[in-house]
């Protein structure tokens, strides 16, 4: 089973719950345990933007990110940024209710992705594959 890190950007507004997970030490923990399935939250504060960086796309084979609390965080277009960067594959559906609904985030998600592949797999697929062996 993969676990969840709660990462959080490590510039901008201070929140509640905003955590210390800098890139730096999120790197290391992958780099550690680099069999293990790993989730950062709230889009890994930005992680998926160092996969940029073959040497930091390597070794992040195993990482996947939620879209939490995105409203909040970030303008919509985080949606389509995560995905040409890291594919839809890596992307997985996350509202962190009861701060922001579902319905709300999904409304999100509906209005700044068109293809259909790829919502299906940020809502539905990738949690299946992760989350469901055989």
Do not use: C
Not at 90 to 95: A, D, N, T, V, Y
């Amino acid at each position: 089973l993969p676990i969840i890190l709660h990462s959080s950007e490590p510039v901008g507004h201070k929140y509640p719950g905003k955590g210390s997970s800098t890139p730096n030490k999120i790197e290391s923990f992958v780099y550690n345990f680099p069999e293990l399935k790993i989730i950062l939250s709230h889009w890994g504060g930005g992680m998926f933007l160092y996969e940029l960086m073959p040497e930091i796309s390597r070794s992040f084979k195993n990482v996947y990110y939620d879209s939490a609390t995105s409203p909040f965080l970030y303008d919509q277009k985080i949606f389509q940024i995560a995905i040409e960067t890291v594919t839809s594959d890596k992307i997985l559906f996350g509202s962190d209710f009861p701060i922001i609904s579902q319905s709300r985030l999904l409304q999100e998600l509906n209005n700044v992705i068109i293809n259909d592949e790829d919502k299906q797999n940020i809502i539905y697929q990738n949690a299946k594959s992760l989350f469901l062996t055989n």
